[in-house]
């Protein structure tokens, strides 16, 4: 199984397109194709976030929204669009390069595949309201077990399922879109990457490397044996679990979004490459003096290790961040450095920050 979010920067395949290289184009296909809708001014349009941050913000405008019911029809009593501000994220996992059936069940992969998508509403200081789910699969596929997983990861999040597709197709695709709301807190807006200041302090959300050492476990056969990688029984539990089924720090996103933080983003492609993409859109450096790595786990796992779904927060208010996730009855964030202004530099320790990170090639 070919592990994305895992490990050093891949090597080079002949022909092959970055993922963030295909982003820019389609970006830009994308982009003119709005100017039929947004005609004139920038865009995105003030106060949207469209590509390029974990997930899409969008004005909903009542007035707006009325004029595109198409001439002669109106829109129907009692369903008017209400005005404010969605979130709206989409993700994917596909069989051979986000899982693999010989490590995890069909209700895992359903649990995982709702929760990647949650997790960069949570990242924004979002809650989900509904999503959509589409799967395409081989003949066989067990769609009431995959469903049971979707299924309890909507119920812990309170994120309703409400349509989606299906289609046959050699190997097992699962894709969800949720629609999330940013609650309370007249005026806080969402969290975006490109919020962090020189001078903010960072923080994550949990110790990491634990869904890369969970990972490592069931390869090594400590998964089904209970041995192996050096972890207690009940850290080899909590390290399959960050593989098989990881939380979506929903509840740390929303407060850390009332807590007056800069910019915050999800640990999905390892702290390496995602404490880059942050210091980057935020014009930012990034100087870490800490590593807090989960037991059981290594180094080199809390490093590059991806699929954490851990959130990294910006924030020039630490004490106010503190006290509320202690108010909110959470996990106090752990410091692990602050935002410099050499944008552009990387450490750890006084160090150059170590290469890393996945990115896809097609």
């Known amino acids: 199984m070919e592990r994305p979010n895992f490990g050093g920067p891949p090597g080079d395949r002949a022909g092959g397109v970055d993922e963030f290289a295909a982003i820019g184009l389609l970006r830009a296909r994308f982009e003119a194709a709005a100017r039929v809708r947004h005609p004139d001014g920038p865009l995105p349009p003030p106060g949207d976030t469209w590509i390029g941050d974990d997930a899409a913000v969008v004005s909903i405008d009542a007035g707006s929204a009325g004029q595109a019911v198409p001439s002669g029809q109106a829109v129907p009593s009692g369903q008017a669009v209400p005005s404010g501000q969605a979130v709206l994220a989409t993700d994917l996992v596909v ?80 894709s969800t879109a949720v629609l999330g709301l940013l609650r309370g807190g007249s005026g806080d807006g969402p969290l975006l990457r490109a919020g962090a200041r020189a001078g903010d302090l960072l923080f994550v959300t949990g110790p990491l490397g634990g869904s890369a050492a969970g990972l490592r476990l069931l390869r090594s056969g400590g998964g089904a044996t209970g041995s192996g990688g050096g972890a207690t029984g009940e850290s080899r539990s909590g390290l399959l679990r960050a593989y098989r089924r990881p939380a979506a720090r929903l509840v740390e996103g929303e407060t850390a979004r009332h807590s007056g933080a800069g910019a915050a983003i999800d640990i999905s492609d390892g702290l390496v490459a995602d404490s880059r993409h942050l210091a980057r859109a935020s014009g930012v450096g990034i100087a870490l003096d800490t590593l807090p790595v989960v037991d059981g786990g290594t180094r080199e796992e809390a490093l590059h290790g991806g699929e954490e779904y851990e ?9 106010r961040l503190v006290r509320n996730f202690g108010a909110a009855d959470l996990r106090p964030p752990l410091p692990i450095g602050i935002c410099t202004d050499l944008a552009g530099q990387a450490t750890l320790d006084g160090e150059p920050l170590p290469a890393g990170g996945w990115h896809h090639r097609f």
Do not use: N
Not at 106 to 124: C, N, R
């Open 95 to 174: 069989e051979g390069v986000h899982f693999d059936l010989g490590f995890c069940s069909l209700d895992d992969v359903g649990y995982k595949a709702l929760t990647v998508t949650v997790s960069d509403l949570a990242a924004m200081g979002a809650w989900p309201e509904y999503a959509l789910v589409s799967v395409a699969g081989p003949p066989g596929t067990d769609f009431d077990r995959l469903g049971a997983g979707l299924a309890a990861a909507a119920a812990e999040t309170g994120c309703v399922v409400v349509g989606g597709d299906l289609s046959q197709s050699p190997a097992l695709v699962v």
């Open 311 to 319: 959130l990294l927060i910006a924030t020039g208010d630490p004490d």
